[in-house]
């Protein structure tokens, strides 16, 4: 089993910055995809970032140049620093481990999630 913690979240003003960490623990595999999502109140959830074991990321294009997702395998940690924060990036944050598991080649963890706020 695997599990997800994220933490970091909390209330900006426009244009602030916040760092979201998520850390896992548990059954982790040497290859694996991390990635941040985010779901605002009546809309479905979206992603934001993903970065994989080997370091490669990319990202949703609302958040280009604003976001910067990296992790430590050493802590088995995922980061995602949020500059220039906008109102409509208030949302919760999700944390997702994609990984082989139990005989699957791919299997979703999913942490808590962590709420996001910006306002004006």
């Known amino acids: 089993q695997v599990q997800l913690v994220e933490s970091g979240g909390g209330s900006v003003q426009v244009g602030g910055s916040l760092r979201l960490s998520c850390a896992a623990s548990?059954?982790?595999?040497?290859?694996?995809?991390m990635t941040w999502y985010r779901q605002a109140p009546g809309k479905q959830r979206e992603l934001v970032a993903a970065?994989?074991?080997?370091?490669?990321?990319s990202y949703a294009d609302f958040v280009k140049g604003r976001f910067t997702i990296s992790r430590d395998n050493t802590l088995n940690t995922v980061y995602l620093q949020m500059n220039s924060l906008m109102p409509e990036d208030t949302a919760v944050y999700y944390c997702?481990?994609?990984?082989?598991?139990?005989?699957?080649?791919?299997?979703?963890?999913w942490g808590q999630g962590t709420q996001v706020t910006v306002s004006s």
């Open positions: 997702n481990l994609k990984q082989p598991y139990s005989g699957a080649p791919s299997y979703d963890f």
């Open positions: 970065i994989l074991n080997l370091g490669i990321t």
């Open positions: 548990g059954d982790i595999k040497s290859i694996n995809a």
